[in-house]
């Protein structure tokens, strides 16, 4: 039997047979969350500002990675870019070419070995992608793999370290824990049926830094949210 997909079923429902129920979604620690699909449409102008500015300094040859519905892909598109919009999920990819994208690849990351884009657009958090921190460098290798000698990866995260600050604004972090303190594990419900549990990374500045410098890569720019988000614009040395 195939993988129940909640995400793309959600998603593929709502193209197609216009049903906007929530997925939702499970996480350690934090209480349920729903989420539209609806919302995997959104326009330019529904975007958080992190998104926009990504948009907006997305250059060249494009690869939008983990495209979803493809509204970052399609934006792109409509500019004028070269950009290819890459999906693991088949009923994601069947919204997007539907929708008009030119260019979609069925495929995971590291299943996909393409090159020299000028551009990888990672964004919804997209450090989540490598799943802990034990696999980020081989999450940026992979990358690495992609980008052109003098491209640019635009990803996004959040530091959860605002999970643990006390009220005199200090970090309370079990400095003993095994894990670091970014890494959750999800799990997402639609139609009253789960899909399987996955890792998902949140990871702060400084540890992106000091992960990007292992690998030969630098942040060129930090552009800050407004709630312990970021947009990263990475470089190689």
């Not at 996480?27 to 500002?49: G, H």
């Not at 792109?76 to 994208?101: F, H």
């Not at 605002?162 to 972090?173: E, I, Q």
Request: charged share 25%; aromatic share 12%.
């Amino acid at each position: 039997m195939p993988i129940y997909d909640p995400i793309g079923l959600a998603v593929h429902n709502f193209h197609f047979k216009k049903e906007d129920k929530p997925v939702v979604i499970y996480a350690d620690d934090f209480d349920p969350d729903k989420v539209l699909p609806s919302y995997f449409f959104r326009s330019f102008e529904q975007m958080p500002a992190l998104e926009q500015l990504a948009l907006k300094k997305a250059r060249g040859r494009v690869l939008d990675i983990g495209a979803c519905a493809g509204c970052h892909s399609l934006y792109l598109q409509d500019q004028g870019y070269d950009v290819t919009a890459l999906e693991q999920s088949a009923l994601c990819c069947e919204v997007m070419k539907d929708r008009g994208l030119r260019q979609v690849i069925h495929s995971d990351l590291f299943g996909y070995h393409e090159s020299n884009f000028d551009s990888l657009l990672l964004l919804m958090n997209g450090t989540g992608i490598a799943g802990n921190l034990a696999n980020f460098q081989t999450f940026l290798k992979q990358l690495k793999s992609l980008l052109a000698p003098e491209g640019q990866i635009l990803i996004d995260s959040s530091d959860l370290i605002y999970l643990y600050l006390d009220d005199d604004g200090s970090a309370c972090v079990d400095i003993n824990a095994t894990a670091y303190y970014g890494e959750m594990n999800y799990q997402v419900e639609y139609n009253q049926q789960k899909g399987e549990a996955f890792p998902w990374l949140y990871l702060d500045p400084e540890s992106l830094a000091k992960e990007l410098e292992k690998a030969e890569l630098r942040i060129e720019s930090i552009d800050e949210g407004d709630h312990y988000d970021y947009l990263a614009t990475i470089k190689h040395i």
